[in-house]
């Protein structure tokens, strides 16, 4: 499956970095035949140390794509995980959503909780989701748009831009009507940004934006 193929951005001796396509999982699910990013990676590394190891330091939903991150030791997977914690990685990505947006730029904010399916809601009993977007471009149907996340909530981009009313095209499952004429959906992750004290050789990791109007 062509469309399926993960690309590496950049690997050394601690963390390896790619650029995931839609549509392949980050790390198995409950159908263990399903392939899966993680495991894919895993096969990368041992190819050189059949000791090797990889752990997942962010991830990101089967319909995103976009940069992930491994790292190559227990330690610095909790370390790197810890920015994203207190939430001094820079993450940006790009989107197409539904409809002309009333703002240049704003600030979305809701409230998301999950069931013990997995499933995220709006609630207003739930965690705080906080999403800074900047309009790029519109054709008079659709918005290309830029965000900032603040907070990392599971689907909280997709959620945000729904409790907006202009969810995001090629979104199966919060917007099946607006999923019907494309074969991916339009969110991808084209920059991470490490603090400057971050125990790794690079800090800034990019790849080119992969949508246009």
Avoid: W
Avoid at 161 to 167: D, L
């Amino acid at each position: 499956m062509k469309s399926l193929k993960y690309k590496i951005i950049y690997e050394d001796d601690k963390i390896l970095i790619v650029d995931k396509p839609s549509g392949l999982l980050t790390i198995a699910s409950n159908d263990k035949n399903e392939p899966n990013l993680f495991h894919m990676v895993s096969l990368h590394v041992k190819e050189k140390d059949k000791y090797a190891k990889v752990f997942i330091v962010n991830r990101l939903d089967k319909l995103t794509c976009g940069l992930v991150v491994f790292a190559k030791d227990y330690d610095l997977k909790i370390k790197l995980q810890s920015y994203f914690e207190d939430r001094t990685v820079i993450r940006k990505y790009e989107a197409i959503v539904a409809g002309i947006l009333k703002k240049d730029k704003d600030r979305i904010k809701i409230k998301l909780v999950e069931d013990k399916f997995g499933n995220v809601f709006i609630s207003n009993h739930g965690k705080e989701a906080i999403t800074d977007y900047v309009v790029v471009k519109n054709d008079g149907t659709n918005t290309l748009v830029d965000i900032s996340l603040v907070t990392g909530r599971k689907n909280q981009i997709r959620l945000a831009f729904v409790a907006i009313k202009h969810p995001i095209i090629g979104d199966t499952k919060y917007a099946k009507e607006y999923a019907k004429n494309t074969k991916r959906m339009m969110l991808n992750c084209y920059e991470l940004v490490f603090p400057n004290d971050a125990p790794i050789s690079q800090h800034k990791f990019s790849i080119q934006k992969k949508f246009q109007l």
